[in-house]
């Protein structure tokens, strides 16, 4: 079993808070991960998907009171809003009897509604994390962070079950279930009955245009419907932390500065179902593969970012270009170019950003193995040594 990297810091926030809440998409291993944490500590656990859960539930000032001396687990806790209120009461009872952290751990795979939810009734009582599909860091093999790994991750997506498949076309198989699964079922329970095959279309049209500016107009006349449809859609996908915009640099730097997000689909083994590529050879030959590595390497490098860090694009009218500008809380500013070639060429574009931005760091990704510099400060580094010194940087 992979242990995984929020682990640690998921026992600090429980020392620290009375309630903790890990945000995830659906089978990126969050279940997995809170029963190892209720083995450690003697948790209950409760999961609101199963019948017999929720019917525990129905009273919750009833049920949970006598159970403050345990750790307790609410899996899929946006399916039952009407807690929050009854945590709050609880919590703060705890509070008034001396115990202050280690409550609960809620577990959730919608975003925008949970913090919604949680974060309007327990205000000042919470803390929120983010527990991604698998990344490089993860693995403690010798070797694991080189182009091997990175290359298996890349295809397969860090989805546990896609990864670990005892094969590509068993790890093939899985994802479009798991696209089908959240097409038919997941996706009409969070929000407004969506024609499944008219969200496919739509994910699929995202996924032909993977890392591109976002322009609504051209999808809406694409899919039939109006931009404030596409934008709904849009949201969804977001909210299910499938798809990432990855906001435009808005410094005042008197350049004409492109403004739109860019748009991908979070996990790179999604976007390969979608376009129907299910092992190394067809991807190396679609039309997507460059997109596709430049996308995925960006997602690692946001997943192991330490808090704080935001991600941008950067591009100017002038074709001054950065693919992504990590900017760190002091300030900082990280200016990574994307390259899949084994000797990467620094752009014309890539250095006039680096003029206008003057960023602490110039980066090139590349799929190698050795770092090196380049000239103007340039250094070229592979995907898993720059993860490891992101996740370390302070």
Sequence with gaps: MIERRILPELRLRLAENPAVVVLGPRQCGKTTLALALAAERNALYLDLESPRDRAKLADPELYLPDKLDRLVILDEVHRAPSLFPALRGLIDGARREGRRSGLYLLLGSAALELLKQSGETLAGRVS????????????????????????????????????????????ARWRRDFIRTYLERDIPAFGPRIA??????????????????LNSASLARSLGVDTKTVGSYLDLLVDLLLLRRLPAWHANLKKRLVKSPKVYIRDSGLLHSLLAIEDREILLGH??????????VIEQLLNVAPEGVQGFHYRTSGGAEVDLLLRFGDGRLWAVEVKRSLTPKVTRGFHSACKDLEPDRRLVVYPGTESYPLREQIEVVPLGPLCAQLAEAR
């Design 128 to 171: 929120f994390m983010e527990l991604a599909p698998f990344d490089l860091l993860e693995f403690d093999a010798p070797g694991a962070q080189g182009a091997g790994a990175a290359d298996r991750l890349w295809l397969r997506g860090g989805f546990p079950e896609s990864y670990l498949a005892s094969s590509d076309g068993h790890s």
């Design 196 to 213: 499944a095959e008219t969200l496919r279309r739509f994910w699929t049209m995202l996924a032909h245009l993977q890392g591109s500016l």
């Design 287 to 296: 039309p997507v593969v460059g997109a596709s590595w430049e996308c995925f």
